[in-house]
């Protein structure tokens, strides 16, 4: 073989220091491009009409194509067309050259058409007189990507199970072997679940006892097997067909009493769960926030369309419910007499308490699908689409039989009536119906 006089770029650090004629030394280009071509992140270095010279060997991850590719072409062919201005005010190819670089996350085009989302860093250089712009991109973290993910959904009100399944884009169990899962109970005491395609008795979806999963959501503790013998015969029998071994489950506070629990399995041949604990820190925050958040939004829809003291819809409710019935049927404008001489004689509270009781009975006196509401004070509504007129006069002296009969407030018996203004339309339901209703009702308490 002809020696080319030139040596091979050392392997190590030491073989560098105790060879100052390697080619390092001799050809520092040749260690700079080394260098450059070993790194994960993009480097482009282009000049000030944004013309691409080089490109190191990340093109192929990051952009889907060659560095030679990209060599001749203009840095604005990979940005998407949306994100094209801030990246040149991110470059400072208008003006402010020797500005400090700053990052600045945008999206570049993939040879494939995707659009993949990076943090870019830029920066401006002489190089033999000449000005040249070089940036340095890199893939936003699953982290990172995952939290923007979580915030969208919640912003744009996602289900909780589209919300709370970008949480599993934050750990990278699924590329080692592993499965995750997540399981909840949400304020409306449903139960829900989502996982990387693992059995859901393997991540505790349903509360049958005697589980670690039912002691974790007792305990509040959390429980790491590393085993499979605490597992009843069907479960064991699910991990061992997946290949799994070891199981992590992690209480999470969550806006209701029982505790949301977070699950990792792991395979016979992979490190134990206790590897993930960063992971598992940042989902266990992760998961409380979207499920506090959730929560807390139930209640404020709760709120606005619900009367709190009786849970009946309010007035807000009443009129949307009435402008979404396609036909006729009946409207009751309803309103409770002597209902002030239980307050003054027995207190807020026991009218509070009648209230209440009178909801109960509007409520069990309509059929499913009849709207009841509380507009105010001791006024209250029902429409009843699609019914007929003589069903309508049946269920308005139903509902005075009803409310007529005694009440039991703390201890005190308490009678009071009901008047009911009723209006019918077989066609459709209009506001001058409801004010027919209205109507009718101000007549029957005039004449009483």
Partial sequence: MTDTGHRPIPTSKTDCIHDPGCACMQHPDVLYRTIVNGIGDLIVVFDMTGVIHFANRASRSILGCEPDELEGRNVLDFIHPDDHDRALRSLNMNKDFGAAPGLTAFRLLRSDGEAVMVDMTGGHA???????????????????????????????????DVALSSVLDIFTWRANG????????????????????????LIGAHPDPDTPWAEGRRTGRTIMDLDLSRLDPHRRQAAHDLGLAAYWIEPVASAVEEPALITV????????????????????????????????????????????????ANRNAFFDAVAEIPGGGAVFYCDLDRFKPVNDLHGHAAGDALLQQVAARLIHSVRAGDVVARLGGDEFAIVCPAMTDSDAVTLAQRIRDSIALPFHIQGNLVQVEMSVGLAHDPDSITTTLLDQADRHLYDQKRDR
């Fill in 265 to 312: 399995w792991t395979a016979v041949d992979r490190r134990p769960p206790t590897g993930h604990d960063l992971g598992m820190e940042t989902a266990r925050s992760v998961v409380e926030v979207i499920l506090r958040w959730a929560e807390q939004q139930r209640q404020l829809d709760l709120a606005a369309f619900h009367d709190p003291l009786t849970g009946l």
């Fill in 126 to 160: 002489s190089v033999d007189g000449v000005d040249t712009l070089f940036t340095s991109t890199s893939r936003i973290n699953e982290n990172r990507a995952a939290m923007q993910t979580t915030l969208v959904n919640l912003l744009r009100g996602a289900p909780l």
């Fill in 178 to 201: 592993s499965h995750i899962g997540i399981s909840w109970l949400d304020g409306t005491g449903a139960r829900g679940a989502i996982s990387t395609g693992i059995d859901l008795d």
